[in-house]
């Protein structure tokens, strides 16, 4: 007769913990965003055209700016045509110097989205230094950070740029001002645009350093520096993201400008503003596809991130969720 084994069952082995990837896609925000056909809509532009810039030396029909390359008598070829004198053929059109319209705005897209991000991020960094330390420390150097930034947005952002960029082409030698022209027009707009995240980090970070957590890292010893990086800056990024989002657009508009005015990036490394800068040189005389295509790339890489940034905005709120 067999005896019934009453011995204790095995303990289950703990659940595995999700992946990050599964944690992303169980995510509030990747929820709201496939709920948002305009988000779904922006991002695919966006990546469509950030990757078409990164890739574009792979991926680029020609090389625009190898003179070895280029035949002069294609010269305003107009789009979808192949030109008469060789066997090029252009998708988008030839400008006045030959080159294939599609692949200067390949190459054009790099330069404005490196511009416009580098600048975004140093008006971050230095906008979120700033506004750490006026909303923490208070007193003078809260009223001395925020009367600079007060004046300064008394002031559009391009005016102030174009102040900034002639200041330091005065000052950079003759013979650097071309190599250095985007780093040089990098600093002009991200000094700019530093204020409003001072403000709102400045803001953010009065209402953290009430909270009883930050109240109990200054009784423990904790140095204001570790707790305005460990534990007030986790807490006030939200706000930031959502404004560089809107802000890398304004930088890829600004930086626009700039070159369609002749100060921005020089002519051997042209941006999308310098492609409509020439184009709208021709605009009158009959080859409008040498203005128009640069200028709706432009105008679909600004929109779509600046959608992007207002869904991120809305998904960020929790009064909204």
Do not use: C
Request: overall charge neutral.
């Amino acid at each position: 007769m067999s005896t019934l084994d009453i011995s204790p069952a095995k303990p289950l082995p703990p659940p595995r913990p999700p992946s990050r990837l599964r944690r992303i896609l169980d995510s509030d925000i990747f929820w709201s965003w496939t709920q948002s056909p305009v988000a779904v809509g922006a991002t695919v532009v966006a990546l469509t055209l950030i990757l078409v810039a990164l890739f574009a030396p792979l991926i680029a029909p020609y090389d625009p700016f190898n003179p070895a390359t280029l035949t002069l008598m294609d010269g305003f070829t107009p789009p979808a045509s192949k030109s008469a004198f060789s066997d090029n053929w252009f998708l988008m059109g030839a400008d006045h110097q030959a080159r294939d319209v599609l692949s200067t705005i390949m190459y054009g897209s790099r330069v404005s989205l490196f511009v416009g991000v580098m600048a975004t991020l140093f008006a971050i960094v230095l906008g979120m230094g700033l506004g750490l330390a006026a909303g923490y420390s208070g007193g003078m150097v809260d009223a001395v950070i925020m009367r600079i930034a007060d004046i300064q947005l008394s002031f559009p952002a391009i005016l102030i740029a174009l102040l900034i960029f002639g200041v330091a082409k005065g000052i950079l030698p003759a013979n650097q001002q071309e190599s250095l022209a985007i780093w040089v027009l990098i600093l002009a707009i991200g000094l700019a645009n530093w204020a409003q995240f001072a403000r709102t980090v400045r803001g953010a970070t009065m209402v953290e350093r009430e909270k009883d957590y930050v109240a109990a890292a200054r009784i423990m010893g904790v140095h204001p520096v570790l707790i305005l990086f460990r534990h007030i800056l986790p807490n006030v990024l939200g706000p930031v993201l959502v404004i560089g989002t809107i802000g890398l657009a304004l930088a890829i508009i600004e930086e626009a400008t700039l070159s369609f005015l002749g100060v921005g990036v020089p002519p051997t490394q042209p941006s999308l503003g310098t492609l409509i800068r020439i184009g709208q040189q021709f605009m009158f005389s009959g080859e409008w596809w040498i203005l128009f295509f640069p200028a709706v790339t432009l105008v679909l890489l600004a929109l779509s991130v600046n959608l992007l940034g207002d869904w991120l905005r809305d998904a960020l709120n929790p009064k909204l969720r």
